[in-house]
């Protein structure tokens, strides 16, 4: 059983779309990180997270603790916003969901 | 520093060389994390150090991986005798001890030839 749950795996959306990716975690955490990986290149942290929500720019991740969820969502996507996507919780160590490909094709 | 930074960002090198990671956390982060991420895998624990306390290894590979850090500070990651599965990104984050906060560094991409 995996501790942290993402979805979707793989997402391919138009430039200019509304994109959302969720994460489900099962364990008791005291904060959540999004994590962002492009092609080749290494992890950014793009939020951390212990309760409601914060935008930077386009994205925007919000997370629900009673429900334990959390969204990330990016809004007039563009195609240097293709990269894998990660969630991150940090429990008694820090549990990764696999992570959601996205590409946004122009 | 203003982040966590890791050293090299990209390293190459020959099965069966030795090579050396760095990480420098965040100043005063008590707690640090070594994962490492293969291609097409999540990412995965290897190590986590926490003040003075004895680290916890139970997320490295093999015994030709060690991890020290030194002063409560740098963290060395080594591996020996690197194998072509032993390339992927190896990632550090650090956190204080007492706080929610934490950080990420950029990574290291290890390629073994």
């Known amino acids: 059983k995996n501790e942290v749950e993402q979805s979707p795996q793989n997402l391919t959306a138009q430039e200019g779309e509304f994109i959302t990716i969720n994460c489900s975690y099962s364990v008791g955490i005291s904060a959540l990180h999004w994590l962002q990986q492009h092609p080749g290149g290494g992890i950014v942290s793009l939020f951390m997270?212990?309760?409601g929500k914060k935008k930077h720019g386009r994205l925007i991740a919000t997370i629900n603790i009673q429900e334990k969820h959390s969204s990330l969502h990016i809004t007039a996507s563009h195609p240097r916003d293709s990269a894998v996507y990660i969630c991150a919780v940090l429990g008694n160590q820090f549990y990764f969901g696999t992570g959601t490909s996205l590409t946004v094709i122009p | 520093g203003a982040g966590v930074s890791q050293s090299p960002s990209n390293k190459v090198t020959e099965k069966g060389k030795d090579v050396e990671l760095r990480c420098d956390p965040i100043?005063?982060?008590?707690?640090l994390y070594w994962y490492r991420q293969s291609l097409g895998q999540g990412l995965e624990f290897l190590i986590y150090f926490q003040g003075n306390s004895a680290p916890d290894k139970s997320g490295l590979p093999s015994d030709r991986f060690s991890a020290e850090r030194t002063g409560g500070s740098v963290s060395t990651l080594t591996i020996q005798r690197t194998q072509q599965e032993d390339s992927a990104v190896y990632l550090c984050a650090s956190r204080f001890q007492a706080t929610t906060e934490a950080f990420f560094g950029q990574g290291t991409r290890l390629t073994v030839v």
């Open positions: 997270l212990s309760s």
């Open positions: 100043s005063g982060h008590t707690a």
